[in-house]
RNA sequence: GCUCCGAUAGUGUAGCACGGCCAAUCAUGUCAGACUCUCACUCUGACGACUGGGGUUCAAAUCCCCAUCGGAGCACCA
C-alpha cells in the first residue's frame, strides 16, 4: 500500500493519531515554555557604565518575552553600586531605558540601586545581629591566605556587639578605604573556594556620579549583597544571569537562609562571543585551499595536524594553548566559510586568534572580532579616537546597531532563536542580518551609488533623463538625468576589456573603445542584446550626483549617488549592487550613510 | 591548584527530565538551478552533525562511568 493510502485508512480509523504525528514534527518556535508556580516577576540588572551592547540585548529581549508571555512584571535595576573601578555613566541610565523601549521591552518597574543603599544597610545590620555577618580588618592577601587553607580569620568570632559598633563606625567614615569589609559568615570550609566568607560591604570614598547620591555613602554593597536583596524586595520569581554568575547563588542563599526568605528559580546562559565573517574576499578563498597556520604573516605548521606551540615562537598568547599543549585553532572549510572549531579533533587549520582582538587568515586577509571588546575596552578606544563614538558602526552596542539601521524585531527574534543554552557560543551576526534583510528588502527604495568613481565618456549618446523602478516590485519610477559621461565603480573597470559590451542599468548598452580614459560608445537601448549576448549589467551614478560616504563595520566607503538619495534621510535604502544603507545625515557637505548589510 | 558548568552540521538551535516515533528539527550558510534590467528579494534542489571510549538495555543523541576538549568562578568588578 502506498503511503498516500496509508494515511487516508489510518484518518478513517484513528484520525486522532495523524494529528498527533503531525504535531510531533512541529518544531518548538521561541523559548523554551517556564513552569510556573505563581506570578512571574524578572528583572534585568545592568551596570550603566556603558551603553548596553548586543550581549545586553540579550538579556533585555529574554526577560521582555518571558514576562510578556506570561504576563509578568518586568524590572529593570540599575546595579550601579560601584563609583570607582566600574563607574557609572550618567548618560548611560537613559541610553539603556531608550534601548530597552526601542526593543520592545520597556520595563514595568525603574530602580536605581544607588536610591536605595539605605535598605542594603538596614538588611546588613539585621545580618550583623543574627550573627551572619562580621567586620573583617584582614588586608586581601592575609584573608585569601586563610581563606586557600580554609582557615576563619580573627575577626569572624567577634561578637555581635562589636560588629555593630564597627558596622557603625565604617558607616560613617571611621575607617580608609581597604581598611574594613563587612564579609557574610558561610562555610570557611566550603569544598568551592569561592563560596567561603565573601565581602558585602567595602569602602569607597569616590563619590558617586549621580548628583542625587554624591558622597552621601562610604560603604558600598557589592553585586553579591546588592542583587541578593533586591532580588527579594522586588519579589523577583525567576533570574536569567550568565553561567559566570552562578556561584552567586550559592553565595547569596546565605543571606536567604539567615533572613528566612526564599530564593528566586534561577537558569543561566553561557558566554556569548561574536565574530563577523564577512571580510572574506571572494579571491581569498579558493576551493581547494591549501591550509597554514599563519602567526604575524609567517607559515608554519601543515594541515590536519595539531599545531603545537614549540613550533611557533612568536606572538603566541598563553591563552591560545589548552592544557594539552595545543594551539586552539580556527579553520574555514572547504565551503569557504568560517567556523570555530575545537582543537580537540583534527581539522584542517589555518588560523589562530590571538590576544588582540584580531584572527589571522591565510596571508591577505584579517577579521576583526568585536565581540571580545569589553565596555571598558571600548570606553578607551573611543576615547582615543579609534572609534567616533558609542555608535560607531564598527563598535557592537544597541545603539550602533539602530544607526546602522536594524529593525529592532529582526534582533528581538535573533535573541529569541539563540535560546537559553549553557553553552558558550561564537556567533555570526549574518543571521540577524538575514533576519532584518526579510524586514527591510520590501519597503527599501533602490539607489545608484558608485564607489571609487572612474569617468567613463559615451561617444554617440544623447543626453536624457533615466527612468528605474523606485524598488522592483513597485511601480514608482525614479529619475535620473544624465548627458555624455557617467561614473562607475573602479571594481567595474577592473576587470573590462575592450570591445565588451555592457548595459547600464536602466539607461543604454554600450561597447567600450579605450581603458585610459575609460570611453565607450553608445550601441543602443535593446534589452534583448543584453540578453542574448548575457552582457554584464552594471551600475552608475551622472558626474554631478551627490556625494556620499558610506560608513560600514570594515571601513569607509566613498563615492557619487545618483540625485533623490537626500530625500530619504533617516530612511533604509538599498544601493543596487552595494547592499543596504541607512541615511543618517544629509547637508551641504553630501550625505552619509551607515551600513546596514549586503 | 580548588570548585562548578557545558559538548548535536560552517554557525546558532530542536530533540535529552519520561530510552524505541531520530538514517535527527528549524534557521542561517555554501553550491547548483529558476526568476530578475542589482551581486537584493523570492522559489526549487543539493551539502552538512549526535566529541571519543566503555557500560546498562531487545533498543541509547537521550541513562551511567571514564577520557578529551571548551568555558566560568576562586576580587574590597559588574
Redesign the pocket.
Known sequence: MPPESWEKELNSIAPELIA??KE?????KGL?PLELKGPLVMRF???P?GPPTIGSARGIVVNSEYTKKYHGKLIIRF????P???RPMLEAYDWYLDDCEWLGAKPNEVIIASDRIAKYYEVAEELIKKGGAYV?????EE??AL??AKKACPHREEAAEKNLESWKKMLSGGYK?????LRIKTDITH??????D??AF???KTPHPRPQVGDKYCA?????F?GAVEDHLLGTTLIIR???????ETRQRYVYKYMGWTYPETM?W??VQIHYEDLLS?DSISKETEYYLVVDGQKYGVPKQYVRPDEITTSLYE?D??????A?AV???T???????????PYPLVELTSKNGFIMISEKTLIKNLGKLSTSGLKKAIAEGVYTGWDDPRVPTIRALRRRGIRPEALRKFMI????????????L??L???N??LI??VSN?YFFVWNPVPLEIEGAEPKVAK?PL???KKEMREIPVGTKVLV?R??VDILKIGERL?????YNIEITGLSPLKAKFIG?D?DL??KEKAR???WAPPDGLKVKVLSPDGEYNGVGEPGIEKELDKVV?F?????VRIDSVDSEGVVAYFTH?
Not at 136 to 140: K, S, T
Open positions: 498527533e504525528l510531533k514534527k512541529e518544531p518548538d523554551p540588572a545592568p551596570n557604565n546595579d550601579d553600586t560601584d570607582a573601578t566600574k573583617c580588618f584582614c588586608e586581601q584573608f585569601k581563606k586557600d578605604e581597604q581598611e574594613a569589609v569544598k568551592d573556594p569561592a563560596i567561603r565573601w565581602v567595602r569602602i569607597i558600598w554593597p557589592l553585586l553579591d546588592e550568565g553561567k559566570d554568575l552562578t556561584d552567586s543561566h553561557g558566554r571572494e591563552n594553548i589548552n592544557n594539552k599543549g595545543y586552539v579553520g574555514y572549510t565551503k569557504g566559510n568560517i567556523g570555530f572549531k575545537k582543537a580537540s579533533k532563536d539563540l535560546g537559553l543554552g549553557e553553552t558558550d557560543i561564537s556567533l555570526s549574518d543571521t542580518y538575514a533576519e534583510r526579510k528588502d520590501p533602490r528605474a524598488h522592483p516590485a565603480c571594481s567595474d548595459r547600464l542599468k536602466d539607461l537601448t534589452m543584453v540578453k549589467i552594471i551600475h538599498q543596487e549592487r552595494f547592499g543596504f549586503k
